[in-house]
C-alpha cells in the first residue's frame, strides 16, 4: 500500500488504451450526490425499523436483557464517528488484489479537499469490485446489527449499544455513494468483465483483453 497526500500521482505508463474500452456512463456530479444522499438516508430507517423489531420480539419473549440506563455515553459517540472512515476504508482495500498490500493500493489523504479513502491503480474483476464497493456496506451494517440482536439477550453496557448504533447508521448514510456506483456497475459492465480507471473515469472491457 502507498500513501499518497494529495491528488493521486499521474501514472508514468498508461495502464489501458481506453479508446479500446466501453466506457461506464455515471451520472453527472449533482445528481450522483443527490442519489446517494437519498439512498444513504433511507438505510437508517430501515436499520431502527429492524431494531424496533428485534425489540419487539424479545420483549415478547421476556428476555430482553438490554433495557440499561444512564446518562448517555457521549464518548462512545465520538469513538463511533472517529473510527467509521478508517473502517469504511480498510474494508474497501482488504479486498484489493492480496489484501490491499501491493503497491497498486494508494492510500489518498488531502486535508485541503476533506478527502481520506483508498484507490486502487489498476484493473479488477467485477465479481472483486463489486465485492470491495460493497464490503464496508455489509460488514459495519451486519455485523453491528447482529452483535445488537444479540444483546437483547445478553447484557452489554449502553456504550456498547451506543457505539454500535451511531456506527452502524453513520455507516449506512455514508455507503449511498458505493450503492450508487455498485448498480451503476451492475447495470452496465457484463459478468465476465474488468473494470478499470483512467485519468479519473471508469471503463470495462471482456476478461483476457486487458491493455
Not at 419473549?61 to 444512564?70: E, F, H, K, N, Y
Not at 444483546?151 to 449499544?161: I, T, V
Request: hydrophobic letters at 55%; proline letters at 7%; one cysteine or more.
Amino acid at each position: 500500500m502507498r500513501l499518497c497526500f494529495g491528488d493521486l500521482p499521474q501514472r508514468q505508463q498508461e495502464l489501458v488504451q481506453p479508446e479500446a474500452w466501453q466506457r461506464i456512463r455515471s451520472p453527472g456530479s449533482r445528481l450522483g450526490y443527490l442519489l446517494a444522499a437519498l439512498i444513504g438516508l433511507m438505510f437508517p430507517n430501515l436499520l431502527c425499523s429492524w431494531l424496533l423489531l428485534v425489540s419487539a420480539v424479545a420483549a415478547r419473549s421476556g428476555s430482553d436483557a438490554a433495557s440499561v440506563a444512564g446518562p448517555m455515553p457521549w464518548g462512545a459517540v465520538i469513538v463511533a464517528l472517529l473510527v467509521f472512515v478508517p473502517l469504511h476504508e480498510l474494508l474497501h482495500a482488504l479486498w484489493h488484489p492480496k489484501g490491499g498490500l501491493t503497491p497498486e493500493t494508494i492510500l489518498v489523504v488531502w486535508p485541503a479537499k476533506l478527502r481520506f479513502g483508498v484507490y486502487y491503480d489498476g484493473c479488477l474483476t467485477r465479481r472483486r469490485w463489486l465485492l470491495m464497493r460493497l464490503a464496508p456496506l455489509v460488514l459495519l451494517c451486519g455485523i453491528p446489527a447482529g452483535l445488537l440482536a444479540l444483546f437483547r439477550y445478553l447484557p452489554a453496557p449502553l456504550a456498547a449499544h451506543i457505539f454500535l448504533q451511531v456506527l452502524m447508521l453513520v455507516n449506512g448514510i455514508g455507503s449511498g455513494g458505493d450503492i450508487v456506483a455498485a448498480a451503476t456497475v451492475l447495470l452496465q459492465v457484463p459478468a465476465a468483465a474488468h473494470i478499470c480507471f483512467h485519468e479519473g473515469k471508469a471503463y470495462w472491457r471482456a476478461a483476457g483483453h486487458i491493455g
